[in-house]
């Protein structure tokens, strides 16, 4: 499925009505168990650094007025969840941006079968006069995201995933804000032979649309494969394989090839290690680019969604008008720790070479670390705190960029409920974003939020922080 463009967000709003009605229709065929929970609360933000520039830093405060309706709908097999939240922002300093908005999120998950399963998230950011919001420097999005995972035979799969978002933001390369629409649209097949042997294929078709012309602006194919075999239950070996396609609207357009093959070797049955050798040539009218990297290290899986995974190695850049090179570290690392029954703590570690992101997508690719953690602790009943902070270093070694950015957070979060229908929160973040760039400012961000919330005696919570995708969109900004 391909999303086109909504050119308004009523198209888009309505969309997600009648997507909406189908879940709901669905729903009702089995028991399910309805849940309703309104609440108001009141908001006061507040920012040292409201347009994030290094120089002319502006204070600025705002309050905002809002309510949550949300609705769920929970059964064996289905989940839905429809929250909607209506509010007012006032600004103390910059008037003209004072507006009402109505939000809607729906999403959840559907099991037809024991051979189906389907996912879903859709978000509609409604504002009050979206062409007069460019010119004031507020950010907003629509997304829609559908996956689902289909047991066609007894040993072969079929996945589908739709993600798509219209948005307003402030991109990585030049810090503007700029109004696009994303899409990504994949499929793939999974077939098993034997205990521990698989091969897939799959294919994604994806492109980002600026509003107005841009660098980052492409379409892109990339169809790709995989093998997983073992010759005993203690050595084996797995390759991947890839094609990517890249045409860019202004930039150079692209075409990658990349291959990867371990020799895996296991310990225990979650610990195992590995060699592994990864090449990949990327052509380009400017002059081709081939990367070769052989490395060593180890996995060792705890879980579905964590372990740790830490390669050594050496990487080799190579383009026509020079070479660099030097060690390599390649790290996958996830894995929350219940420290007690009111603590635990959640570390994410990752360092990897891979294309450059939606928002920088002209830059090439990039060498990229990033390590974050969020530690909770629950002091009382009524008492809990929050602290989450991350680090990401982002390289960009292409002879014609040459950069490096740097991005610091660091946020706390207290909550405190002195009645069951009373929660009060106060949050701080620090922000500090660093570039050898000169396309783009250094910034440095402090800001502040307290709310006051009312709700009934038995509130409906959407499950959060349920995977690791969920836990890095919060730490990470993904």
Same mark, same amino acid.
């Given at each position: 499925?391909?999303?086109?463009?909504?050119?308004? =967000?009523?198209?888009?709003?309505?969309?997600?009505?009648?997507?909406?009605?189908?879940?709901?229709?669905?729903?009702?065929?089995?028991?399910?168990?309805?849940? $309703?929970?309104?609440?108001?609360?009141?908001?006061?933000?507040?920012?040292?650094? %409201?347009?994030?520039?290094?120089?002319?830093?502006?204070?600025?405060?705002?309050?905002?007025?809002?309510?949550?309706?949300?609705? =769920?709908?929970? =059964?064996?097999?289905?989940?839905? %969840?429809?929250?909607?939240?209506?509010?007012?922002? #006032?600004?103390?300093?910059?008037?003209?941006?004072?507006?009402?908005?109505?939000?809607?999120?729906?999403?959840? #998950?559907?099991?037809?079968?024991?051979?189906?399963?389907?996912?879903?998230?859709?978000?509609?950011?409604? !504002?009050?006069?979206?062409?007069?919001?460019?010119?004031?420097?507020?950010?907003?999005?629509?997304?829609?995201?559908?996956?689902?995972? $289909?047991?066609?035979?007894?040993?072969?799969?079929?996945?589908?995933?739709?993600? %798509?978002?219209?948005?307003?933001?402030?991109?990585?390369?030049? /810090?503007?804000?700029?109004? !696009?629409?994303?899409? *990504?649209?994949?499929?793939?097949?999974?077939?098993?032979?034997?205990?521990?042997?698989? &091969?897939?294929?799959?294919?994604?078709?994806?492109?980002?649309?600026?509003?107005?012309?841009?660098?980052?602006?492409?379409?892109?194919?990339?169809?790709?494969?995989?093998?997983?075999?073992?010759?005993?239950?203690?050595?084996?070996?797995?390759?991947?394989?890839?094609?990517?396609?890249?045409?860019?609207?202004?930039?150079?357009?692209?075409?990658?090839?990349?291959?990867?093959?371990?020799? +895996?070797?296991?310990?225990?049955?979650?610990?195992?290690?590995? +060699?592994?050798?990864?090449?990949?040539?990327?052509?380009?009218?400017?002059?081709?680019?081939?990367?070769?990297?052989?490395?060593?290290?180890?996995?060792?899986? +705890?879980?579905?969604?964590?372990?740790?995974?830490?390669?050594?190695?050496?990487? +080799?850049?190579? @383009?026509?008008?020079?070479?660099?090179?030097?060690?390599?570290?390649?790290?996958?690392?996830?894995?929350?720790?219940?420290?007690?029954?009111?603590?635990?703590?959640?570390?994410?570690?990752?360092?990897?070479?891979?294309?450059? /992101?939606?928002?920088?997508?002209?830059?090439?690719?990039?060498?990229?670390?990033?390590?974050?953690?969020?530690?909770?602790?629950?002091?009382?009943?009524? &008492?809990?705190?929050?602290?989450?902070?991350?680090?990401?270093?982002?390289?960009?070694?292409?002879?014609?960029?040459?950069?490096?950015?740097?991005?610091?957070?660091?946020?706390?979060?207290?909550? @405190?409920?002195?009645?069951? @229908?009373?929660?009060?929160?106060?949050?701080?973040?620090?922000?500090?974003?660093?570039?050898?760039?000169?396309?783009?400012?250094?910034?440095?961000?402090? *800001?502040?939020?307290?709310?006051?919330?009312?709700?009934?005696?038995?509130?409906?919570?959407?499950?959060?922080?349920? *995977?690791?995708?969920?836990?890095?969109?919060r730490i990470f900004n993904n």
């Amino acid at each position: 499925m391909i999303v086109q463009r909504c050119t308004c =967000g009523t198209v888009f709003l309505s969309c997600l009505t009648v997507v909406a009605v189908v879940f709901f229709n669905a729903s009702f065929s089995t028991a399910m168990k309805f849940e $309703f929970t309104p609440s108001v609360y009141v908001s006061e933000d507040y920012t040292d650094n %409201y347009n994030q520039t290094e120089k002319n830093r502006e204070e600025e405060f705002f309050t905002t007025y809002g309510a949550n309706f949300l609705f =769920g709908f929970v =059964g064996k097999t289905q989940r839905f %969840y429809l929250n909607y939240n209506p509010l007012y922002k #006032d600004y103390d300093t910059h008037d003209d941006e004072d507006s009402f908005e109505n939000n809607i999120q729906f999403y959840g #998950d559907l099991e037809l079968s024991k051979r189906a399963i389907i996912n879903f998230d859709m978000g509609y950011d409604d !504002h009050e006069n979206t062409d007069n919001m460019i010119s004031d420097d507020k950010s907003w999005q629509h997304h829609a995201s559908v996956s689902g995972e $289909f047991q066609v035979a007894r040993h072969t799969g079929l996945t589908i995933e739709e993600n %798509y978002t219209e948005s307003f933001d402030r991109d990585q390369r030049t /810090g503007t804000l700029k109004e !696009h629409e994303t899409n *990504s649209t994949s499929v793939g097949i999974t077939h098993e032979f034997g205990k521990m042997n698989s &091969f897939g294929l799959d294919y994604e078709y994806s492109f980002d649309d600026y509003d107005q012309s841009d660098a980052d602006e492409y379409t892109s194919h990339s169809p790709s494969a995989f093998f997983v075999f073992w010759f005993t239950p203690q050595l084996g070996i797995d390759s991947n394989l890839s094609f990517e396609q890249k045409k860019f609207e202004i930039s150079e357009d692209e075409d990658t090839y990349t291959g990867d093959l371990r020799l +895996i070797k296991k310990i225990t049955r979650n610990f195992q290690t590995y +060699i592994k050798y990864k090449h990949t040539h990327t052509e380009k009218d400017g002059g081709d680019k081939k990367v070769y990297n052989p490395s060593l290290g180890f996995d060792w899986d +705890i879980t579905r969604d964590s372990g740790f995974s830490l390669g050594l190695g050496y990487l +080799i850049q190579e @383009w026509e008008q020079g070479t660099d090179k030097g060690l390599f570290v390649d790290a996958d690392i996830f894995k929350t720790f219940n420290l007690s029954r009111r603590g635990a703590l959640t570390l994410s570690g990752a360092s990897g070479y891979d294309a450059s /992101g939606d928002d920088n997508a002209s830059l090439g690719f990039t060498l990229y670390y990033q390590a974050g953690f969020l530690f909770t602790y629950q002091f009382t009943k009524l &008492f809990s705190v929050d602290l989450n902070g991350s680090f990401t270093i982002d390289e960009y070694d292409e002879p014609d960029v040459d950069r490096v950015d740097n991005t610091l957070d660091f946020g706390v979060v207290l909550s @405190w409920s002195p009645f069951r @229908w009373m929660n009060l929160s106060l949050a701080y973040e620090f922000e500090n974003y660093d570039t050898d760039s000169g396309s783009r400012d250094d910034y440095r961000e402090n *800001s502040g939020t307290l709310t006051v919330s009312l709700y009934p005696l038995k509130p409906l919570r959407m499950d959060e922080l349920s *995977s690791r995708e969920d836990f890095e969109k919060r730490i990470f900004n993904n």
